[in-house]
């Protein structure tokens, strides 16, 4: 049971927009700022957003994050099959005093 | 280029122990705190613990599903994060994986992934 829940699946066809969510509660999404990551298959994860909304470089613009109170969202516009993936949000969690991760949403390409 | 390889991984009896590497390059790794996660067989991301810089007094924190058996040390000297395990059991089987942080303020979101060591807990 992971501590941030996320939906296990999403789909989307190709240059459609996606959006997955993200779940917390008040000592962590609700305190901390929120990390998505994109895992391909057999690989590390990458990270994808940090700072809710901010993209590391070499990361497209089709990608976007934000957070409202105790959830937050990853979006994806113009979908490429490239983007199918897990997607895995995280946050700081102050009781816990560690990072904690949603489940993962496993998004298709259909 | 930042760098991390793990090592270590491998076929271990439960109640044994085993060390994993996290051998570092392309940044100053004194400089850095450094985590260790998991993800066991088709399941999601774990973070395992994290050790601060020496800056910050080079400390330990833990999750609480590997607290007391689990031990992160550095060799600053040498680059190497290390992840002690001890107290083996089967749901600690999972590929094993060490992380930088963005930076050296940005410290829980992670930019920097090493390719993964897999561990097999199993009689």
């Known amino acids: 049971q992971s501590v941030l829940t996320q939906p296990p699946s999403a789909s989307g066809t190709p240059g459609q927009r996606v959006t997955i969510s993200c779940s917390g509660s008040?000592?962590?999404?609700?305190?901390?700022?929120v990390n998505w990551y994109q895992q391909l298959p057999g690989t590390a994860p990458k990270l994808l957003i940090y700072?809710?909304?901010q993209r590391p470089s070499g990361v497209p613009d089709r990608f976007s994050g934000s957070k409202s109170g105790t959830s937050a969202s990853l979006a994806i516009s113009g979908l490429q099959s490239e983007d199918e993936a897990d997607y895995y949000c995280?946050?700081?969690?102050?009781?816990?005093?560690?990072?904690?991760f949603g489940g993962g949403t496993k998004l298709t390409v259909l | 280029e930042v760098q991390l390889v793990e090592s270590g991984g491998g076929l271990v009896q439960p109640g044994r122990s085993l060390r994993l590497s996290c051998a570092a390059s392309g940044f100053s790794f004194g400089d850095y705190a450094m985590n260790w996660f998991r993800q066991a067989p088709g399941k999601g991301l774990e973070w395992v613990g994290f050790?601060?810089?020496?800056?910050?007094?080079?400390?330990?924190e833990y999750a609480a599903s590997v607290k007391g058996r689990f031990t992160i040390s550095r060799d600053d000297y040498r680059r190497i994060a290390y992840l002690q395990m001890s107290g083996l059991r089967t749901e600690d089987t999972a590929v094993y994986f060490c992380?930088?942080?963005?930076?050296?303020?940005?410290?829980?979101?992670?930019?920097?992934w090493g390719q993964g060591t897999l561990v097999t807990v199993s009689s």
């Open positions: 050790i601060r810089s020496k800056a910050y007094g080079g400390t330990t």
């Open positions: 700072s809710n909304d």
């Open positions: 992380g930088r942080p963005y930076s050296t303020t940005l410290f829980h979101a992670f930019r920097f």
């Open positions: 995280a946050a700081w969690d102050d009781s816990l005093n560690g990072p904690v």
């Open positions: 008040s000592s962590n999404i609700g305190s901390n700022t």
